[in-house]
């Protein structure tokens, strides 16, 4: 890895773990992201929805079962 490239992934890094706060309220709907009660619970759903494809989809590859 070139030193040029090594300060570029060091500068991204920094970056987004500078930032990683705003991502986190941003994730569970908190402060200004918040959306209100039946918006945020749309969003947890969704998100419980997302997880569950996604747990099933890798227990099936780890089997050796194509994903669907």
Same mark, same amino acid.
């Not at 890895?1 to 090594?6: G, H, K, S, V």
């Not at 991502?23 to 200004?32: E, H, K, N, S, V």
């Given at each position: 890895?070139? !030193? =040029? *490239? &090594?300060g570029l992934l060091a500068e991204q890094a920094r970056y987004y773990r500078e930032r990683a706060g705003e991502? !986190? !309220? /941003? /994730?569970? $709907? $908190? +402060? $200004?992201y918040d959306r209100g009660a039946d918006a945020n619970a749309r969003w947890? &759903? *969704?998100l419980g929805e997302s997880q569950a494809g996604a747990s099933a989809g890798r227990e099936g *590859? *780890? $089997? +050796? =079962?194509? &994903?669907e």
């Open positions: 890895m070139t !030193d =040029q *490239l &090594a991502y !986190d !309220d /941003w /994730w569970f $709907r $908190r +402060g $200004r947890f &759903a *969704l *590859l *780890l $089997r +050796g =079962q194509p &994903a």
